[in-house]
């Protein structure tokens, strides 16, 4: 059986077919997804296109604490690359102060406020909002060295792929931070379960750094419906019902600290949302693609802006 890495590797070179790796015999050829593929727009739609290179999303719920270490590490880097970016912070009805703090960083960082709806309403309302040519996400903590956001940045410049998932799974993968026992046997179940259900080469469907093209971005989340800790699961399958080219790159953990996901409260809707997103695809609802909204219509909002 071939390792991970190595399937990867033979992934970057099928670029049809969603760039899904070689079957399970190692041999080369069309990619074979076990669903239906859906119909999908080929152009970006909207009446404003990307006006910057890079946009980071960043949802977040009552992260006063971790929050401004998380927006002094984008900000760092990114500022050292030197591209042009954007960094939306999407308060997620946050009782504390998580609101305010961007605006200590300057223009280039924005605060959009919504009702307490759930991590995935509040990725997709960020990801619908952003105009940066490539528009990733990732946790308020910033548990991931950000290296990785750049190759992934790269790849979807060039035109390799429009979708990169973080994978904490493939064997260049690195742990800088320790993790508890517990969570990492929930992920694994979670994890065996989602394969089964969802898809069999995105194995990591939780990592929590996941870049896009504007335009698959807009594909993807205009057609999400899981508001909840398992809508990466639906936008992996998403990626692959609409036949986007994809790649995994490996991450770095630089820490896993204390997470607003709690096993015992989140857990059980967790796969309820999994066995739903697979019932609905049986039932064909994810068959028919529709055109991501002009203007997205979340729960109703606020906006901040940075001075």
């Given at each position: 059986?071939?390792?991970?890495?190595?399937?990867?590797?033979?992934?970057?070179?099928?670029?049809?077919?969603?760039?899904?790796?070689?079957?399970?015999?190692?041999?080369?050829?069309?990619?074979?997804?076990?669903?239906?593929?859906?119909?999908?727009?080929?152009?970006?739609?909207g009446p404003f296109g990307a006006d910057h290179d890079l946009t980071v999303i960043v949802p977040a719920f009552n992260e006063?604490?971790?929050?401004?270490?998380?927006?002094?590490?984008?900000?760092?880097?990114?500022?050292?690359?030197?591209?042009?970016?954007?960094?939306?912070?999407?308060?997620?009805?946050?009782?504390?102060?998580?609101?305010?703090?961007?605006?200590?960083?300057?223009?280039?960082?924005?605060?959009?406020?919504?009702?307490?709806?759930?991590?995935?309403?509040?990725?997709?309302?960020?990801?619908?909002?952003?105009?940066?040519?490539?528009?990733?996400?990732?946790?308020?903590?910033?548990?991931?060295?950000?290296?990785?956001?750049?190759?992934?940045?790269?790849?979807?410049?060039?035109?390799?792929?429009?979708?990169?998932?973080?994978?904490?799974?493939?064997?260049?993968?690195?742990?800088?931070?320790?993790?508890?026992?517990?969570?990492?046997?929930?992920?694994?179940?979670?994890?065996?379960?989602?394969?089964?259900?969802?898809?069999?080469?995105?194995?990591?469907?939780?990592?929590?750094?996941?870049?896009?093209?504007?335009?698959?971005?807009?594909?993807?989340?205009?057609?999400?419906?899981?508001?909840?800790?398992?809508?990466?699961?639906?936008?992996?399958?998403?990626?692959?019902r609409l036949a986007l080219p994809f790649r995994r790159v490996p991450v770095t953990l630089i820490n896993e600290y204390s997470?607003?996901?709690?096993?015992?409260?989140?857990?059980?809707?967790?796969?309820?949302?999994?066995?739903?997103?697979?019932?609905?695809?049986?039932?064909?609802?994810?068959?028919?693609?529709?055109?991501?909204?002009?203007?997205?219509?979340?729960?109703?909002?606020?906006?901040?802006?940075?001075?």
């Amino acid at each position: 059986m071939m390792a991970l890495g190595q399937q990867d590797a033979l992934s970057q070179r099928q670029h049809s077919g969603g760039g899904l790796p070689p079957d399970s015999a190692g041999h080369a050829g069309p990619a074979r997804p076990h669903f239906k593929i859906a119909s999908r727009p080929t152009t970006e739609r909207g009446p404003f296109g990307a006006d910057h290179d890079l946009t980071v999303i960043v949802p977040a719920f009552n992260e006063e604490e971790r929050l401004p270490a998380t927006l002094e590490g984008l900000a760092d880097y990114l500022n050292r690359w030197g591209i042009d970016y954007r960094v939306l912070v999407i308060d997620d009805g946050s009782r504390d102060a998580t609101a305010r703090l961007a605006s200590d960083f300057g223009s280039r960082f924005t605060t959009v406020s919504q009702t307490n709806s759930g991590k995935g309403a509040a990725v997709r309302n960020g990801m619908l909002r952003a105009t940066g040519r490539v528009v990733a996400f990732t946790d308020a903590d910033l548990p991931y060295d950000l290296d990785s956001l750049r190759i992934a940045f790269e790849m979807i410049s060039s035109q390799t792929c429009d979708v990169v998932f973080g994978a904490r799974d493939l064997k260049e993968s690195t742990v800088r931070a320790p993790r508890r026992i517990m969570r990492t046997i929930a992920h694994w179940v979670f994890s065996r379960i989602v394969q089964h259900l969802v898809s069999r080469q995105v194995t990591d469907t939780q990592c929590g750094l996941k870049i896009f093209s504007r335009a698959a971005a807009r594909e993807i989340f205009s057609r999400t419906t899981i508001d909840g800790f398992a809508f990466d699961a639906e936008v992996v399958y998403l990626t692959h019902r609409l036949a986007l080219p994809f790649r995994r790159v490996p991450v770095t953990l630089i820490n896993e600290y204390s997470s607003t996901i709690s096993l015992t409260r989140h857990a059980l809707p967790m796969l309820m949302d999994v066995f739903r997103l697979r019932l609905r695809a049986l039932r064909g609802a994810y068959t028919q693609g529709r055109s991501a909204p002009d203007v997205p219509q979340p729960a109703p909002q606020r906006q901040r802006h940075a001075a």
